[in-house]
Structure formats: C-alpha cells, structure tokens
C-alpha cells in the first residue's frame, strides 16, 4: 500500500484532487518515455529509451572532437612516413645559403631591390598630381589623365624590366612584381579617396569638412597630402586608402614578439620543405610531362598535392596572421581583419571574398560600388569583382559548386580545389619554364 500511495503522489494532483473517489475510478497518465521514475516496479527496472544512434542524422549529436583529434594524428602519421620516405630516398637538401641565390644572381648586381627602391617615384608622382589638384592648378581631366598614365607605367614598366634584365633572378622578379601590384592598388585607392574628398568638399555644410567631425590629432583634406601620411599608407597592412585610419593605443611587445618568432619560424619551415619535399618532386615530373605519360603525371600530381597544400597554409598563417599583424602592431594600425572564416566555405566565391580581406574590401570600394553608381546591376558588379579577385581562376568550378552543391560537399569541393588545383597549376609553370630554358640553352 506504501508503494501504491508513492505512485499516487508521484503521478501528480490529479489523484490528490480527485480524493479517494478519483483515486479509484481515473487511471493515472502514463510516465513520459524514458522516465525512471514511474508507478510501477517494472518502470524502475527499465534500462531502454526511444532514441537514435549518435552517428544518425536525427540524434542531434555533433560533438565530433575525438574524431578530429584521431584525424589529426593520422595526417600527423602518414605525413611522417612520407617525409621518412624523402629523407632516405635524397638524404637532407636542405640549404640556407641556396635560397641567397634565387634573389641573386651576381651578388654585385641587386636588380630586384633596384627595381623596388624605383617605385617610390611612382608615389611621389601621385603626391604631386593630388597637391597640384588640391589647390586647383590643375583641372580635373589632366589630372585624371596623369594618374591613369602613372598608373599603366607602375604595371608595365617592371614587367618590361623583368623581361629585359636578364641577371634577375625568378623569384627576385616575382617579389619585385608583387611589391608593383600592391603599389597599383594602394595608389589607384589613393587617388580615388582624395577625388572623393574634393567631390564633397562643395556639399558639405559650413563649419564641417568632407572628412566629417575630427579630433584634433587627426587630419582633414588637403591636410593628408604629406610625405608621412602617404609612406603610412604605403607602409600599412591595407590596400584601402583613409584620412584617419584606426589607429591601437599602444604596441604590446609580447604580442610583437610571439608573432615576430611565428614569422622567422615558419619561415624557415616553408623553405625547408620546398627544398626537402617539393623541389625533387617537381625536378622528378619534367620527363613525364615530356613524354605525356599520363599515369606518372597523375602520380605526380598527387605526390606533390600534400607537400604543396601543406606550404600553401603554413604561408597563409605566416604572412595573413604573422606578417601583417606584426606589421600592424609595430604601425600601431587598429584594423586587424585580414582574413575571415574561409575555411567554413561552402562555395569557391566566399572563398574567394574571406580568404584575402585586403584585396576583397578593395574591390568592394573601388570596383563594385562605384560599377552599382554608374549604373551596373548587382549581378554584373558582383561577377565583376569575383573576376577581379580570382583573377580568372575556377571560374566553372564556381559555377558548378554554387549549383549543384551545399554544405559539406560545398566545403569539401572548395577543399579539394585547394588541394589539387594549385599543384596543377605550380606543375604547368615550372613546366613551361623548364621548357623555356633548357631549349633556350640548346
């Protein structure tokens, strides 16, 4: 009877309301699935409950982080025995003093740091011209006209010297020329923002300025058309342009220096592995190219994929988060977004649009905006600027993840993109080159 009046309690009030009557005549509601706690004996006893296995769909279940470890380890381990594999197959090729002579050739000719030290001139045309149009000596077509001749030159004129110099070294060239297209960027977003300027100077209301209300440490138009403004500009991890950027209250030095060994770290790491682990695959895959041998290209192929995604980010992190931050941090810029979470990509176009914040905002601002002012729809400036951002790259992939895959098979193809796509492409140049020279020496 003890039990029974502890079932009683346990159902609820309506027993207690009901009285003894109620107690008689109404059945008690039956316990909720899976509950322990029950009227009867046999429900105390019961150890099974409607539901789904973990690895189900409908079970709810997402925290998966034993299997990441265990992915982790096993990429850990096979990566082992591979790099095991070079090192007994070629011995060690690593060689610091090697990577001196891909800059140089002649060590009493420096043609890529003359090049760069050149480009300076290209920004003190562009003061110049904005300090002429500042002041109104100079009309708004001549100006326009100059800059846009300044600008074609920054383009061209490396691209001739690098073609002429013959002593200059390939990837001397290439940093030269990547140092020119940063240049481009920066002084293309330089001249549109003062433009900007002048354009609002005329529309905004007495006692205002066209850079709105400033605090007395920062600068109105024309006030930023100086030497240290500009070379801040230059020198700053941005390829957008402002009067008065955000600026951090201090340098934290342990941060500076966590991220200064980062640099000099992987560094150092990535030259090894492309000595010790790309260069004698690369070297070893020039016969079958030759020869069209399609299976051994194919085994190449996916040999150098996992040496090359690996140094592919290992350089993300080193020059997105290591470089630029230390860049940032010794300049004291506030602005820190240089990348997004593009890792999470469910298509190649917000791969594209997270994976460099630098470029994507400066297509944002002087592509696509200024393309929806003259009046281009979305459609045209969006396809625009994902054109200007890939520069021409995966264009169909793109098309055919955004249409016939989502979510995790989205992510997985912008992956496999990643990961198989650019060896391909590092393949094709040191194929065309090696074919270049060597008929070239013949």
């Not at 010790?276 to 020039?286: A, G, H, K, L, Y």
């Amino acid at each position: 009877m003890g039990d029974r009046d502890r079932g009683l309690r346990g159902g609820g009030g309506g027993a207690r309301g009901g009285g003894a009557g109620g107690a008689r005549g109404a059945r008690t509601p039956p316990p909720e699935r899976g509950h322990v706690g029950s009227e009867t004996p046999e429900h105390e006893f019961r150890c099974h409950r409607l539901q789904d296995s973990l690895l189900s769909s409908a079970s709810g279940y997402s925290n998966y982080r034993g299997v990441l470890n265990w992915c982790v380890v096993m990429l850990i381990l096979s990566n082992a025995r591979l790099f095991l594999e070079n090192l007994i197959k070629y011995g060690i090729l690593v060689d610091p003093i090697q990577v001196v002579s891909l800059f140089l050739k002649d060590p009493y000719s420096w043609p890529s740091l003359c090049l760069i030290i050149v480009a300076n001139v290209f920004a003190l045309v562009a003061l110049a011209l904005e300090r002429r149009l500042a002041t109104g000596s100079m009309s708004e077509a001549t100006g326009a006209f100059l800059h846009a001749l300044n600008l074609i030159t920054i383009l061209c004129f490396p691209a001739g010297t690098v073609l002429a110099v013959s002593s200059i070294t390939p990837v001397g060239s290439v940093f030269a020329l990547a140092i020119y297209t940063i240049l481009f960027l920066k002084l293309f977003s330089f001249r549109d923002v003062n433009r900007w300027c002048r354009e609002a100077k005329d529309q905004v209301p007495e006692g205002r300025n066209a850079n709105g209300d400033v605090g007395m440490s920062e600068v109105s138009y024309p006030d930023n058309l100086t030497y240290s403004n500009l070379y801040y500009f230059l020198f700053a991890p941005t390829l957008c342009y402002e009067l008065n950027f955000p600026r951090s209250p201090r340098i934290r030095k342990r941060f500076l220096l966590r991220r200064l060994f980062e640099m000099l770290f992987f560094m150092q790491l990535q030259v090894g592995l492309i000595q010790q682990w790309m260069v004698p695959t690369i070297r070893n895959s020039m016969k079958p190219f030759r020869d069209m041998d399609y299976s051994r290209i194919i085994e190449r192929l996916l040999k150098l994929a996992v040496p090359n995604h690996l140094i592919w980010l290992i350089f993300f992190y080193w020059f997105f988060h290591s470089c630029l931050n230390v860049v940032a941090e010794v300049m004291q810029f506030g602005d820190r977004e240089f990348y997004r979470d593009w890792w999470n990509s469910e298509s190649v176009t917000y791969f594209w649009q997270n994976w460099n914040i630098p470029v994507h905002k400066w297509c944002l601002r002087h592509f696509y905006k200024p393309m929806l002012k003259r009046g281009a729809s979305r459609w045209w400036a969006q396809v625009a600027v994902f054109l200007a951002s890939a520069f021409f790259h995966e264009i169909p992939l793109a098309w055919f993840v955004s249409k016939f895959l989502r979510g995790n098979y989205g992510n997985a193809a912008v992956w496999m993109s990643l990961i198989i796509g650019q060896p391909i492409a590092v393949l094709m140049y040191v194929h065309d080159y090696y074919i270049l020279n060597s008929e070239g020496h013949r």
